[in-house]
């Protein structure tokens, strides 16, 4: 199945060096080769880039990897497509606009007899069940709070209960951004590591990269990183649970 890495900050931080490691499953060491997509944060706007071209072989990752764009929230994502063809309208991640501001969204798995019925602002371009997943949440979140966005924790539990509704239809590890924080679900794998002082070195798995983050940071950053498989070799990572969902604010997990 797919790829996802998303990355939640404190302070505005480039995704260079994890984004060169994950471009490489994108073909190289692994055979995610049917589009990729990123979208980064920035004030009220987004910059979204996505290609279906695999992401080893596009001229569009390759300026991710030299552009140090910075953001507080990041979402990223490699394809192996399973439902849709390999084109650019099914290319992750995808973007709506929801209570006057954007929402990115990625996901990960392969839903079954998902057809749920769409009757508001929110219809698929694509024939991805990703899209169409994106979709409902987004209808439903709508549905349930109007046009006034909700507090933090009756967001997190609506987007909790909706996540585990969808996953009954297979496999949904989502990543969703409003660019306030990150929710994320994990039905079957995903990581997540907090960098935070005093920094350290770190070693790319899929790439001869390295880079010591106490000479590019602060005392006081604090970031963190959520991937399907761990980038670095050097790192403990924590694995999620089946089931769990978290909220990433200012690089921080939170259960909200």
């Not at 302070?11 to 471009?23: L, N």
């Not at 929110?122 to 899209?131: A, L």
Request: glycine fraction near 8%; aromatic fraction near 12%.
């Amino acid at each position: 199945m797919c790829q996802l890495l998303g990355m939640n900050c404190n302070v505005p931080t480039d995704i260079v060096f994890s984004f060169t490691g994950f471009a490489t499953r994108g073909g190289r060491t692994n055979h995610h080769a049917d589009g990729w997509g990123i979208a980064f944060f920035e004030g009220a706007g987004v910059r979204h880039f996505v290609d279906y071209q695999a992401a080893v072989d596009s001229p569009v990752a390759e300026l991710i990897k030299r552009y140090p764009i910075k953001s507080k929230n990041v979402i990223a994502h490699i394809r192996k497509a399973t439902q849709g063809r390999i084109a650019l309208e099914n290319c992750h991640p995808f973007v709506r606009e929801l209570w006057g501001r954007y929402w990115v969204f990625a996901h990960n798995g392969d839903l079954k007899d998902f057809a749920p019925v769409l009757d508001g602002a929110y219809h698929p371009v694509g024939t991805t069940d990703s899209e169409r997943a994106f979709c409902y949440l987004l209808q439903e979140l709508k549905r349930r709070f109007g046009d006034t966005p909700p507090p933090l924790p009756a967001l997190s539990a609506a987007l909790r209960a909706l996540s585990t509704q969808i996953a009954a239809h297979g496999p949904f590890n989502l990543m969703l951004s409003d660019g306030s924080a990150l929710f994320v679900h994990c039905s079957t794998n995903l990581h997540y590591i907090v960098r935070q002082y005093p920094f350290t070195q770190a070693k790319l798995s899929d790439d001869d990269v390295s880079v010591d983050f106490s000479e590019v940071t602060t005392p006081r950053d604090r970031v963190a990183i959520i991937v399907t498989e761990p980038l670095t070799n050097n790192e403990t990572w924590t694995a999620f649970q089946s089931g769990e969902f978290k909220v990433f604010i200012e690089g921080a997990p939170t259960n909200a």
